[in-house]
């Protein structure tokens, strides 16, 4: 895997090869695959993904059912009915049904995840998510053999919902997986950061992570999510495929049509901070193998 490493970062901005592969350990011991011993260089691993603080990371947000600007969810989205809340499993599944957040995620382990979150707007973040992997709800569903792709839907509760109110975009918010993505075991469902419940703003009280994919995919406040055979629509493609494809995939070497993907703002370090080398999948290696084969300007 080449990284475009550039000889003007420092250490600080990147975090180096040897690093990653202590990850793709940790998340190999997090995927059931081997329990490993937590080593002084896993510890290390973890800090060089430095995360955001919450202040920033429930201060600057997409979440357009609360409005457009960055700080509109969080000055809108306490409005947000959270509880009780219900998510429908439905579709090509052994076994669907309406789950609470509780049912759904009853005698699983939830991990924390220091993840990277990379905007298509070019900015990021680090955050460590709290939350389970979507596969073991999956497998838990029963998804059946002719179940190619998940799709996901969001709450839309109009009254609650000031940019449902003023149609800022086609609600419910939709996104989807196809199957091999959604069962990575880097694909999260999250409902805490910091050991906390998720804010509303952040996508309270479930919402979708995969980190190797630009933040528009991670969607939130869940109510359903459906095995199909045919690919999803989604909400960005919906309204412009020729700026949003499907899969939406980090790639610093496809720009978006208005703009360079080749670099990125880390939120909180300062107006003036040095951007950032965007790396492909976000840095996440281990993906690369799910897209052997196609070509990732074509299928962006
Ligand atoms: N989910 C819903 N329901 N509505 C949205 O507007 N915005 C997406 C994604 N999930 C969005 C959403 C976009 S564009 C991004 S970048 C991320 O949420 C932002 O997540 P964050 O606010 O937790 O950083």
Redesign the pocket.
Known sequence: MAYRWTNDLTAADVTPKSVFMNRRQIMAGAAGLGAIAFSATQAAAQDALEPNTLED?TT??????FGTGKDD?AKNAGALVTSPWSIKVDGLVDNPGEYSVADLLDGLDIEERIYR?R???AWS?V?PWNGVELADILTRAGVQSAGKYVAFE?VVQPENMI?VQRGV?DF??V?GLRMDEAMHPLTMLATGIYGEPLAN???API?LVVPWK????????IVRITVTDTRPTT??NKINAREYGFYSNVNPEVSHPRWSQASERRIGGGLFAKRQDTLMFNGYDEVASLYDGMDLTAEF
Do not use: A, D, H
């Not at 600057?60 to 059912?65: F, G, T």
């Open positions: 990371i600057y947000n997409n979440y357009y059912e969810p979150f905007c298509v707007e973040m955050v969001t940019g975009l419910p918010y996104e703003q952040s996508g919402r630009y933040g528009f995919k991670s969607i939130k406040s909400t960005w």
